[in-house]
């Protein structure tokens, strides 16, 4: 069911009244659950994600898998619950586009964590998605990240993601061919020309629906790109500004989970 | 248990050392394939490659059946990926392991997703009847660059598969068998292909298309798929080491050249089977006498 | 005296080829079976081998799969190490084999070597039997004397065919080889070796360990000796590829 987005192009405002550059409201908090080693709760907009962590703690024996046992091995479990789409429906565990996703939060986390400092030992995460509107790997890392600050597992830098996109109309244009001439750049704070295609911060559910998106995981505010996953087809051109989008966003994302922990700390202190 | 031969330490130091010297175990420049090899089944849709000692091959069929009743305007189209014990001591029947769910998936998504096959043109009665497409990856040797071999592949077999042709009268279908009418192909939109970049050294040192060995010393892996009217249909990056965003940037630029180039070649070789096949010029006759 | 006869699993081994006038008894080798009551048949196919000095006679055959026997030459990789002893894979098919951690020369509790996981060995087959893992041993039982094995280090590991292994055992040991292209016999290394200085271990799991010093010259033997194996080049063949690498080398 083809959504409609050509209103933006006039009044540059997204269909939840957001500007092309503004986040959804992110809202999180840790240590929410005490049975954990760490643990936090994330909602970015209307998706909302519980991480719980557990380790690292020795292995299973049995579950050893390379040869080498120098390293953490990471564990990633990811539940989507049934009422978390639109649609209520029930995803088996061993599903594909599930595996991909723990594969991805786990491969990204084996580069930020200090994983040589725990040899022989397990660390096992378990995401549970309560509600989905988009970004939902992006959710996932962010959750996972704030959950393992809590646990105290060393990292080099927060590993915060998000997702951008782009208004272009038909993926399959070249840059700037549907572009309505005149309307580009009315009222808008970013001087656009007579380029209506714009790239977008943090796709909610609908828009990612319809338009190209990427989710791009950074490390800490570096420009460097740990994660990087695209499933729509769009073209090359598109991709620069979508990646410039998005890894400012990052950068974002990352003060607001900064000032989560800070926050959190200083209520600690205050307690004790 | 039996698992992937693990590279010994003194080999994982020679390669990281060589790639230093700027040399590959193979003696290839960083940016090339290892050597495309296609070859097709003498039935429509089989499609046989070889990409240095990794052989992939790809079974395209298709039969009648009725349609989701979600999506009644299309056929159905599936991959299934099925890897041999013979390719790897690290496979096993039975048991998916975790490059057998990032091919299918990374297959899905450059494939399916981005809608290379028209789905819509294998309805053949709204909600009722259509066609469902089935594509068998069989890998059956493993030397690395699964996912590049699995789309030349498949793109291939695609491309050269036949369905039969139908006739739609009311309700009455009619599916004529190869020998009655001449078989249709299927409506390609548009051929993605895979290229797999291979990080190494902090990102200092990209390879095009690792072998196995190069492939367990990595460090990090970008799988960009494109198609050749500069289309990004999918990015797959799902950690490793971190990476400048430009670098990001000059894999797909890079990768247009590689997918048009292997497009190239998949098309020459089937122009030369569609040649092969036409022995005398007897097709364009009879389907000369069927336009009439 | 060598023979080129090709036998196919089920042949007969023609009675004149049988060695005559030696009144040892008569050694079959691997790949024949004594049908009774006087024939000798093939069980793998490959080329016929006649020593008839030792009166023995083997088929000479290239096999894909190793199977460990006793005495062989193999280089292992170190998986894990336990308390006893280094678990080693000598293929990654077969069953791992154990090293014993003392089984180095003039090791004791105190100094034997400190192997890393993916570490590589070169190691005698100690004891192999069907219903057991195999033992390694890197120390000679007789003199405790490391004659050239223990651990590898530096260098590149090249896969090779195991006949090839073989070939290249024999022909340093001066045994007789099947005619085939020239006996079998690999000169590549001797003409390698007359101008640049490297060092080869060569294992009979179908693993040739090379260290030239650097990258190039190791890549250069190793290339050099994986193309005589599969290209199967005779001695001629063989001459001019040395001189065409040492030519490559020294530009």
Request: proline residues 5%; glycine residues 8%; negative net charge.
């Amino acid at each position: 069911m083809p959504l409609d987005t050509s209103t933006y192009s006039l009044a540059l405002l997204r269909l939840d009244g957001r500007r092309w550059n503004e986040l959804r409201r992110i809202h999180a908090q840790i240590s929410t659950q005490a049975a954990a080693d760490g643990s936090s709760y994330l909602e970015m907009g209307n998706t909302k994600v519980i991480c719980t962590v557990a380790g690292p703690a020795e292995g299973r024996r049995g579950a050893v898998g390379g040869g080498s046992q120098s390293e953490m091995r990471i564990e990633v479990e990811i539940n989507i619950a049934g009422f978390a789409g639109v649609e209520r429906k029930k995803r088996s565990r061993a599903d594909r586009r599930n595996a991909e996703l723990s594969h991805t939060v786990q491969s990204a986390l084996e580069s930020t964590l200090l994983t040589h400092l725990y040899p022989h030992s397990t660390l096992t995460l378990t995401l549970h998605i309560l509600a989905q509107d988009g970004a939902l790997l992006a959710a996932c890392i962010n959750a996972a990240t704030l959950a393992l600050v809590d646990a105290g597992v060393p990292m080099y830098d927060y590993l915060v993601a998000c997702s951008a996109g782009s208004t272009s109309a038909s993926a399959a244009a070249p840059p700037s061919s549907s572009a309505i001439p005149g309307l580009g750049g009315i009222g808008g704070n970013r001087s656009v020309g007579a380029d209506a295609d714009d790239p977008l911060l943090d796709l909610n559910g609908l828009e990612e629906q319809e338009l190209p998106y990427l989710t791009v995981g950074t490390q800490g505010d570096s420009d460097k790109v740990v994660v990087c996953v695209m499933e729509t087809r769009c073209h090359a051109s598109r991709l620069e500004e979508m990646l410039a989008v998005g890894i400012d966003g990052c950068k974002r994302v990352r003060e607001i989970l900064d000032g989560v922990v800070r926050a959190h700390g200083k209520k600690m202190i205050e307690n004790e | 248990m039996p698992r992937e031969a693990e590279l010994s330490l003194n080999e994982r130091e020679f390669l990281l050392q060589a790639l230093r010297e700027n040399v590959r175990l193979d003696g290839r420049p960083f940016d090339t394939f290892r050597n495309v090899e296609l070859k097709f089944g003498e039935e429509y849709g089989v499609a046989d490659v070889q990409l240095g000692k990794t052989r992939i091959v790809v079974r395209v069929s298709c039969d009648v059946t009725a349609p989701y009743p979600d999506r009644k305007f299309d056929g159905i189209f599936n991959i299934t990926t099925e890897f041999s014990p013979m390719a790897s001591p690290a496979f096993e029947v039975g048991r998916p392991n975790e490059s057998e769910v990032i091919l299918s998936r990374i297959l899905e998504k450059a494939i399916r997703r981005s809608s290379a096959l028209d789905t819509e043109s294998l309805c053949i009665i709204a909600g009722q009847k259509c066609f469902a497409v089935r594509a068998d990856i069989h890998v059956l040797d493993h030397d690395g660059g699964l996912v590049d071999a699995a789309c030349i592949a498949l793109i291939a077999a695609l491309q050269h598969f036949r369905r039969p042709d139908v006739t739609v009268e009311g309700e009455n279908v009619t599916v004529y068998s190869l020998r009655e009418r001449e078989p249709v192909p299927l409506a390609m939109l548009h051929h993605p292909l895979c290229v797999t970049f291979s990080y190494f050294h902090s990102g200092e040192v990209v390879l095009v298309d690792a072998t196995l060995a190069e492939e367990q010393v990595r460090e990090s892996e970008v799988i960009v798929t494109m198609n050749r009217h500069g289309e990004i249909c999918q990015i797959a990056k799902y950690g490793g080491s971190p990476i400048d965003a430009v670098s990001l940037l000059t894999c797909t630029s890079s990768a247009l050249g590689k997918v048009q180039a292997l497009w190239k070649y998949i098309q020459e070789k089937l122009d030369e089977d569609a040649k092969k096949r036409d022995a005398g010029g007897l097709m364009a006759e009879l389907s000369a006498e069927n336009a009439r | 005296m060598t023979s080129t006869l090709l036998l196919l699993p089920g042949d007969e081994v023609p009675s004149s080829l049988l060695p005559k006038g030696n009144h040892k008894p008569l050694v079959l080798g691997p790949g024949l079976r004594h049908a009774p009551p006087s024939s000798v048949r093939a069980t793998v196919s490959g080329t016929l081998t006649v020593d008839a000095r030792k009166n023995a006679l083997w088929i000479e055959t290239n096999r894909g799969r190793y199977i460990p026997h006793v005495n062989d030459l193999v280089i292992a990789t170190v998986l894990r190490s336990s308390s006893d002893f280094y678990h080693c894979t000598i293929t990654p098919h077969a069953a791992q084999a154990n090293l014993p951690q003392l089984a180095f020369e003039s090791a004791t509790r105190k100094t034997r070597p400190q192997l890393a996981p993916g570490a590589l060995v070169y190691a005698r087959i100690s004891s192999a039997s069907r219903d057991m893992d195999p033992e390694l041993s890197c120390v000679s039982a007789s003199s405790g004397k490391a004659d050239g094995l223990g651990p590898l280090k530096g260098g590149m590991l090249f896969d090779v065919s195991l006949g090839f292994c073989r070939r290249l055992l024999l022909s340093e040991s001066k045994v007789p080889l099947p005619a085939e292209q020239g006996g079998g016999a690999v000169t590549i290394l001797e003409a390698l070796a007359e101008k640049i200085g490297f060092e080869v271990a060569v294992g009979r799991n179908g693993k040739l360990w090379v260290d030239g010093g650097d990258v190039k010259m190791t890549l250069a033997v190793g290339k050099a000796l994986q193309q005589t194996d599969q290209e199967r080049l005779t001695l001629d063949q063989q001459k001019k590829l040395a001189a065409k690498t040492l030519r490559e080398l020294g530009s």
